[in-house]
């Protein structure tokens, strides 16, 4: 049995604006209509003896995670909700954990949600290449060819290559891999002992990597037995093993979610997979895997990888250009007129739009920094906020009142609460609102309103079948999002 496991906790601060801590990129449709996280999902269909997936996340991001995993129709064996991060050796630790807790010891697939496999196909076969090598006791990861020196990825370097029985011509080719190319291992092997993982290359180290044939970029995907992993984890790095162990024992399960401890899981020690692991035991393998991978860690990824007119020029959303070329061009609310613009990043969203240089794009992160800064909700939100009920987006807020869309999923509900601060008035444009108000019931349809006075226990749920759309105006003397009295929530909030 092979048991997906999903890493789905990263933060994305190089795509801000449409990347933020709390609606990250692998949350986002960025390369095609599917979120990341459904591709990911979607991809290793057809895998032999394949299980439920889990998925490893956020805390803050569950519901979304858990949305995004039904929309997909990929129900999760379990969705594991880290307090904060600890980087992928815990993550992956606490899952391995999870998966023989009933006594199997299945092998994992670990795969980063935010990656771009253009060939899954290829995948595919590089993890039934694996599996044997992997029952056997070898922790297998995927090293992708080479196209470019590329300076910003981890390298793995082949050692001896390793017998395997399913080497065949057929498998090779599904593979992308020839039996003589310029960009790896000039031999008919497909899978080699990892003779050294090493840092970001500078160029001249890059160009010298690729002439070898000896270098694959390092993926951060990997497959393994779950009790394997765990042996060598705690043979090399016995102290993330003992505070995961008891993360998960003291885990609360809570709707689908497993919520790990949040005392314990923090003082477990952060590291990789690579560095904690991988660099260090004598059982790590490597197959080559050319599969069109692209780990979108920049704005310009998304412009290597995407649909370009005549003059190199990708456009995603209401763009118009006239003498520009080679420019990523992105907008989400308005309309982006590019002219005389080369080599340009421009991203609109609603509340922020980001201009740079396509060779500059990993300076993003430090705008990211400066508004974490300043504390502004930028680094955080878009204006349009996802909840587990729906979601609600700011208009207009303008000092004692702020006007809200919020939209209610059929069946769904808000807690039943009320404010100290703030009274309410709302407006259905579309669908059925059912209003709890103080002691009495009511329905309202299209057109209706209603209005809850400051201090009054309320809730609003959609009985029908479409989505409940309100237009919500607030006014008092403070409107914060913090100004909830909880009484009796659904989602355990």
């Not at 003498?323 to 509340?351: K, Q």
């Not at 739009?353 to 990993?362: E, G």
């Not at 201090?455 to 008092?476: D, F, T």
Request: glycine share 8%.
């Amino acid at each position: 049995m092979i048991v997906p496991v999903i890493l789905s906790g990263g933060a994305g601060t190089r795509l801000w604006p449409l990347s933020r801590e709390l609606y990250p990129k692998q949350l986002l449709p960025l390369a095609g209509e599917r979120t990341m996280l459904q591709d990911t999902a979607l991809r290793l269909e057809g895998v032999a003896q394949l299980s439920a997936p889990l998925v490893v996340c956020n805390e803050a991001h569950r519901f979304m995670v858990a949305e995004q995993m039904r929309q997909a129709q990929r129900t999760p064996a379990a969705i594991i909700l880290e307090p904060l991060g600890r980087n992928t050796a815990p993550a992956v630790a606490v899952a391995a954990l999870q998966a023989m807790a009933d006594g199997e010891d299945p092998l994992l697939l670990v795969l980063p949600a935010d990656h771009v496999i253009e060939r899954p196909e290829a995948l595919r076969a590089a993890v039934e290449m694996g599996a044997p090598l992997a029952q056997e006791g070898r922790l297998i990861t995927f090293g992708i060819v080479p196209t470019a020196p590329e300076t910003g990825y981890g390298y793995i370097r082949a050692g001896q290559p390793l017998e395997c029985s399913r080497q065949s011509s057929v498998v090779r080719c599904q593979l992308g891999i020839s039996e003589a190319t310029d960009n790896g291992p000039r031999t008919t092997d497909a899978a080699f002992a990892v003779a050294q993982f090493v840092e970001k290359p500078d160029l001249a180290t890059a160009r010298a990597y690729l002439a070898s044939g000896e270098y694959f970029w390092n993926s951060g995907m990997f497959l393994f037995k779950a009790s394997r992993f765990l042996e060598e984890l705690e043979r090399l790095a016995p102290e993330i093993l003992r505070w995961c162990r008891a993360a998960l024992d003291e885990a609360e399960r809570d709707l689908d979610f497993i919520r790990l401890n949040a005392d314990a899981f923090a003082a477990c020690p952060g590291n990789s997979i690579d560095y904690a692991v991988m660099e260090k035991t004598d059982a790590a393998v490597v197959i080559p895997l050319a599969a069109g991978w692209n780990d979108v860690g920049s704005w310009s990824a998304l412009w290597e990888i995407g649909a370009r007119d005549a003059d190199g020029n990708v456009r995603r959303g209401d763009v118009l250009v006239s003498d520009s070329r080679n420019c990523y061009l992105h907008a989400e609310r308005r309309l982006i007129a590019a002219v005389g613009l080369e080599d340009m990043i421009v991203v609109e969203t609603a509340d922020a739009v980001l201009v740079a240089r396509r060779d500059r794009v990993q300076e993003v992160k430090d705008i990211v920094a400066q508004l974490k800064a300043q504390d502004r909700e930028e680094a955080l939100l878009h204006r349009r906020v996802n909840r587990p009920w729906g979601s609600y987006e700011g208009l207009v807020q303008d000092g004692r009142f702020q006007v809200k869309r919020i939209s209610v999923n059929p069946g769904a509900s808000l807690s039943r609460q009320l404010h100290h601060h703030r009274a309410e008035h709302w407006v259905v444009v579309r669908g059925t609102a059912r209003v709890t108000r103080g002691e009495e019931t009511f329905i309202l349809a299209e057109n209706e309103s209603t209005f809850i006075p400051l201090g009054v226990e309320h809730r609003l749920e959609n009985p029908g079948k479409i989505p409940l759309e309100m237009i919500e105006v607030q006014s008092g003397s403070y409107l914060g999002e913090d100004d909830i009295v909880r009484f009796e929530d659904r989602y355990g909030r």
